[in-house]
Structures are given as structure tokens and as C-alpha cells.
């Protein structure tokens, strides 16, 4: 899949499962069952044992899907991650570094940025998404729908703190998606290999995505 396409994905999609879990073996398996639940992405956290050999091997095994890196704070660790496949890179915090070499090997890109002037030079350096994080300790949806006003041409990845109960309100106030953790790859189900129970979690993240921009759109 080329640039574009991963981009147009992500978009359509709408919402980036975030892999933190304690093991090789419980990521690949939370990753099947988000993946086969109809969400074909990945961020692969660096903070997850061997998260690089995790991307090999989901790329190799499973290239109908979109494995990123996630928690990318040099370029060192970019570079390994592209080589391993990664196709897309993002980290909790703005690293110029990071989005200029992401840049030059034409990788799809989304640093962490939280305030307006974070937003602006994440932008400016050529990223293709910005993910506002931790945005629910910065007013949530407010927030996001205060930096659409200045911003309305920047599309905002909503990360930290997003559940059920608020993904709607984050797509409603402007977000192109949502970056997802804990409240979609419940540990207890992991732990378990509970397919039906992180599907179940799936659905109703796709739903609540599909009917905010739903009622958006009118």
C-alpha cells in the first residue's frame, strides 16, 4: 500500500487501535481480533516486548493490514521500525526529527501535539495527521472543536482518554478518528484470548464512529 492509500484508510476507518499490552503474544493476538473485527490497523507501541519483531511479523503475515509504530521518540527507532515494515509512525510528543525522517522516506506520519503552536509546526513539517494527545486532560471534544476553528484544514487524530461514552463527541467536534487504547483491547480479554468479547468492543466502536459522522454530515 503506498502513502495515500494508508492515509485514505486511516480516514475511512476512523479509529487507531493503540497495541500497549505486556507481551509478544498477547499483541499479535489482540491484533488479530481487533483486525478481523473490521479494523484492519495496528499501532504497535514501542513499549510492547519485542514491538519490532511484533511488526515483522504481522506484516508478513497479515499485509492486508496497516501496522504502525507507536511511542516512536527517535529516529534510530524509526528506522528500525521501517525496516521491519511499519507503515506509518506516531509518538506521544512532537519530535521534528522524527516527522522530517518519516517525511523523507515518504511514511505516513502523526506526532503527538497538544498545544495550537505544537499543532501548527507538527503541520508545517509534513505531517499527515496531527494526534491531539492527551486531549481528554485538555478540555476533550472542547478542545478539539476550539483547535477546528483555527485549524479546520488540519486533520486531528483525538488520543488519551477516549472510551465509549466520548468517541462520538470527539468525531462530532472534528476529528477525523480516534486513537484507542485500553477501553477497546481490554487486558482481562486478552489475557483470557476472549475473540468474542474484544469483537463485541470492535463493533461498537465502528458503530458509534459510523453514526457520529452520520449525524455530522446532515
Known amino acids: 500500500m503506498n ?22 503474544a498477547d499483541a499479535l493476538f489482540a491484533v488479530k ?55 506509518f509512525l506516531t509518538s506521544p510528543g512532537l519530535d521534528l526529527e522524527v516527522v522530517e525522517f518519516a517525511v523523507r522516506r515518504n511514511v505516513v506520519v502523526f506526532p503527538g501535539a497538544l498545544t495550537p503552536s505544537e499543532i501548527m509546526t507538527a503541520w508545517k513539517a509534513g505531517s499527515d495527521f496531527v494526534k491531539v494527545f492527551p486531549c481528554s486532560r485538555l478540555g476533550g471534544a472542547n478542545y478539539i472543536n476550539a483547535l477546528k476553528s483555527p485549524f479546520p484544514h488540519i486533520p486531528l487524530i483525538a488520543s488519551g482518554g477516549i472510551a465509549q461514552g466520548n ?52
Request: hydrophobic residues 50%.
Open 3 to 24: 502513502k495515500e492509500t494508508i492515509r485514505a484508510r486511516i480516514e475511512e476507518i476512523g479509529i487507531v487501535p493503540a497495541i500497549r499490552l505486556s507481551s509478544a
Open 33 to 87: 481480533a481487533v483486525a478481523d473485527s473490521g479494523i484492519p490497523i495496528a499501532e504497535i507501541t514501542m513499549t510492547v516486548p519485542g514491538a519490532i519483531e511484533v511488526i515483522a511479523e504481522l506484516v508478513r503475515d497479515r499485509p492486508e493490514l496497516i501496522v504502525g509504530a507507536g511511542t516512536v521518540v527517535d529516529t534510530e527507532t524509526a528506522r528500525r521500525c521501517l525496516n521491519a515494515g511499519a507503515m
Open 167 to 218: 468517541t462520538a463527541d470527539f468525531i462530532l467536534a472534528g476529528a477525523v478518528a480516534v486513537g484507542v487504547g485500553r477501553d477497546l483491547i481490554n487486558r482481562e480479554a486478552v489475557r483470557r484470548r476472549e475473540l468474542d468479547w474484544i469483537r463485541e468492543l470492535a463493533g461498537r466502536f465502528l458503530q458509534i464512529v459510523k453514526r457520529a459522522r452520520s449525524q455530522k454530515a446532515k
